[in-house]
């Protein structure tokens, strides 16, 4: 059979969120030590995915980039990256499905400062694979007879793998001497398809930490801000009734920063390649003709139900969650408070109940402290939290999230009791569970040339007339009455018309 002009029937299935870690040892100077670690960020850059029967390849590489203070109290940064390879194992992944990593979460872990620096980043992926379950090598179906004459499915249209840049601007009074770390994530809110295009709009959330010399004196400084982000991105082989099921991803590893003083302001210029990912699905409408009669010409069709996910909406949501956490009896109270930094988010679970949408999830955080006898104390905290919004709509799942903090607050009470305050920002996909009749198995005979036969067999549509049956062969009624006698002149359907051409 002839693949060319083919159409791939698929469907989305979310698979099981895949966990894994890596450990990254950071060399330093041997004769720099590390008083006190102010910011520990990782990232994942790279990334490649290669899908085979029954299982799926993800690979890329982990890059951290650590600031701290040393016992100069000089503030310095270190980077490294490691590799990663990572395998999915599914029954359903196919060699010519398409795998989309739609989230990546990522929580760094600091396991030793003493010498070598080491750090653990536990990641978190939830693939969404689209499968393709059938191959229809014709465009229409004409001539021939089939167990079903509509067929309503989805296909993917095309595949996504592009970037684009955006660049902001940071302004400050003082003037920097050295740029120590900046963070960003990007967080989308509407994505429009058009024909051979898309335009994309959301926001860019940046924290840039600096350090300024003013009257001899070292002082590091941060910048937080967001930005409104609109770009048209060139997709070939989109098609504006298609819709976009797209991942985002601020590629860290290309950053370009530039500091320049203008008007007596130190003006920091920070160009960002975000990374698309993902696929557009497109709805199509397969019309079957099924009135035409030959056994050679049959077309078999096996019919599955499938379950898949529509995108119906995307909505954002802000919220301050708190709590506390207490020392215990063998660590020393706590005289002042550093800093908390290292602030990592997670949604663990999601759920639907009464029409409100519940997210569970866990804040982690690096503290740093001065204990009673004036040490440098490090601690990892684990705030989790549970936060409930309205969904006006029923039937509804919420599969893909993103979370970031925008804001931290840290005190400490009586010395044993630490206070934690967090505001989130989340942006949610939200999908509706449906259930589809998809081509499972297609089998197609031989195609009908006219100039083969002498006679053809109609099937008679219900209620049909001699007229509406005259028209659609073209043949006159005399020729259909010589072979076919005592035929009523409104038709029951499904009487064998014999026409001879």
Known sequence: MENTDSILVSYAKNLTKQNFNSTISLSIDSNVNIKTILNVDSFIYDEKVECANGKAIISGKIGVKVLYIDTDNMTNTVADSTTFSETILDESITADGHLNVADISLVNTILSSDGNLKINVDVSIYPVLYINVGLNTKNNFENMIVKKSEIDTSTISCVVDSNFEYTLNFETKDGISKILSYNAYFCPNEITAYDEYAVVEGKMFARLVYETNKDDTNEIKELSDSFSVKSELPIAGLTKDAVLDLSFNLNKNK???????????????????????????????????????????EVELT???????????????????????????????????????????EITNTYIKDGTLYLEGI?????TYLDENKACQHKQTELPFVINTKIELANLSCV?????????????????????????????AIYQNSTRELIDNISIGKAVDFSEYDYQIYLAKPNETMWELCKRTKVTPEDILKL?????????????????R
């Open 363 to 367: 804040v982690t955080s690096h503290l």
């Open 484 to 500: 076919n006698k005592n035929l009523p002149e409104v038709l029951l359907g499904g009487e064998k018309i014999i026409i001879k």
């Open 255 to 297: 950053d370009a920063l530039s500091t320049e003083m203008e008007d007596g302001n130190s003006v920091v210029t920070v160009t960002n390649t975000i990374c698309v990912y993902g696929v557009a699905v497109k709805p199509i409408s397969i019309d079957v003709v099924d009135d035409m009669y030959s056994t050679d010409n």
């Open 303 to 345: 019919l599955t139900t499938r379950e898949f996910n529509t995108q119906i909406r995307r909505e954002k949501v802000q919220e301050t969650i708190s709590g506390e956490i207490s020392l215990t009896e063998s660590e020393p109270a706590i005289d002042d408070v550093l800093c908390n930094l290292n602030i990592s988010p």
């Open 400 to 428: 893909h999230t993103s979370i970031s903090v925008l804001d931290n607050k840290v005190k400490a009470r009586r010395g044993t009791i630490i206070e934690l305050e967090y505001t989130l920002h989340i942006n949610l």
